[in-house]
């Protein structure tokens, strides 16, 4: 079985459609959000905002085992791409999800691979 077509022929209409609709897209911001996440240190941060409403720096690093200096890293970068927030007190920075489309974005992610896990089992 072939997984492409064996002749060339396409629905006009269809791909116009989606050809406008693309270019009403941000698809480069949306690459790089995926691109983002896609680093399994970055979700485990983003997961673990959604689990709490804030962390220091301190925390986040302690809840992936990483140094400082790597969580602070990864928070930064959440935060470049506007998914986190931070904010200081006194010595301390604390680091919270940007908005409410950040948390059921990530829980869908977590829910979704759940599925792939059980789903490739199978």
Do not use: W
Not at 28 to 44: I, N
Not at 56 to 83: E, F, P, Y
């Amino acid at each position: 079985m072939r997984d492409s077509c064996e002749i060339y022929c396409y629905d006009e209409r269809k791909v116009q459609k989606v050809q406008a609709a693309l270019l009403q897209q941000n698809i480069s911001g949306m690459a790089r959000l995926f691109k983002v996440l896609g680093d399994e240190t970055r979700m485990k941060i983003a997961f673990a905002l959604c689990e709490e409403d804030e962390l220091c720096v301190c925390d986040a690093a302690n809840i992936i085992g990483s140094s400082m200096a790597t969580a602070s890293h990864h928070l930064r970068t959440l935060k470049q791409l506007g998914l986190a927030k931070h904010r200081k007190e006194g010595k301390m920075a604390f680091y919270s999800l940007a908005d409410d489309l950040v948390r059921p974005f990530i829980q869908l992610a977590s829910v979704h691979s759940k599925g792939l896990v059980t789903h490739a089992a199978t």
